[in-house]
């Protein structure tokens, strides 16, 4: 996304890394895959792990030690479980370990202007997380609203003390934008954190997405955009043995 594919990084390395949610989130994802890029997001020292939620428990127990949480999904990808069930999805999740809940609103209610439904199904998984010390991403797949479900939903988030509201699974057929970045964090209160995802490939749309006020970006090719920002800042090369 930016004009400037070499432009040096603007940031510490640190501050860069500990932006990235390193997404595990494939279907066909496996056991020595989960293992593999656990390892490698624990050697590049990004935010998360955002893992299907089976592997909850292994991501945990990998990444024990570090300042590397385990996150993973609620309701995903589409948002149409039923409260109770996303509730349970969280309760299991935080017991297996994780530490961050990126959970998907309803979108027929959001669609349909049902409010009090909305608010009371992100209540209640907030309520699950905050009260087993974790946080918690709201997720609004941006591609299929408007401009005014998008700012009611910040509103929302805000007055529940949610963590983060986020643009996209990366799932459907539109992911993060530049608009909608800055739309979000304009209308978040300034305590709620944003969160782009979905096509966020490389360090530069990372780096946009960070300069229109998104303080965590979920991506699948981390490697790849911390390979780069480390090149630019000429540090070394982290080595291929976290994959062991």
Aim: glycine share 10%; net charge neutral; hydrophobic share 40%.
């Amino acid at each position: 996304m930016s004009d400037t594919p070499t432009s040096p990084c603007p940031d510490d390395y640190a501050s860069i890394a500990g932006s990235i949610d390193h997404a595990l989130l494939d279907p066909t994802l496996c056991a020595a895959d989960l293992r593999a890029g656990c390892r490698l997001a624990r050697a590049y020292g990004v935010a998360s792990v955002c893992i299907v939620p089976w592997g909850v428990g292994l991501c945990a127990s990998i990444l024990a030690g570090s300042s590397v949480r385990a996150s993973t999904t609620i309701g995903f990808p589409h948002g149409a479980n039923t409260t109770s069930t996303k509730v349970a999805e969280a309760v299991r999740a935080i017991d297996d370990g994780a530490r961050e809940l990126d959970m998907v609103v309803n979108l027929s209610w959001v669609l349909d202007g049902n409010w009090d439904a909305v608010r009371d199904d992100i209540a209640a998984v907030t309520d699950v997380a905050h009260a087993g010390r974790g946080w918690v991403k709201v997720i609004f797949e941006n591609c299929f609203l408007e401009q005014s479900q998008k700012i009611r939903l910040c509103g929302i988030c805000g007055d529940l003390g949610v963590d983060w509201v986020k643009t996209s699974t990366g799932f459907a057929p539109g992911g993060a934008t530049e608009a909608d970045v800055a739309l979000m964090r304009r209308h978040a209160p300034a305590s709620v954190g944003v969160k782009a995802a979905g096509g966020i490939r490389d360090l530069d749309t990372l780096l946009r997405y960070r300069s229109l006020g998104a303080n965590r970006c979920g991506a699948s090719r981390t490697a790849e955009i911390l390979d780069e920002a480390r090149r630019r800042l000429a540090l070394p090369a982290v080595r291929d043995h976290i994959c062991r």
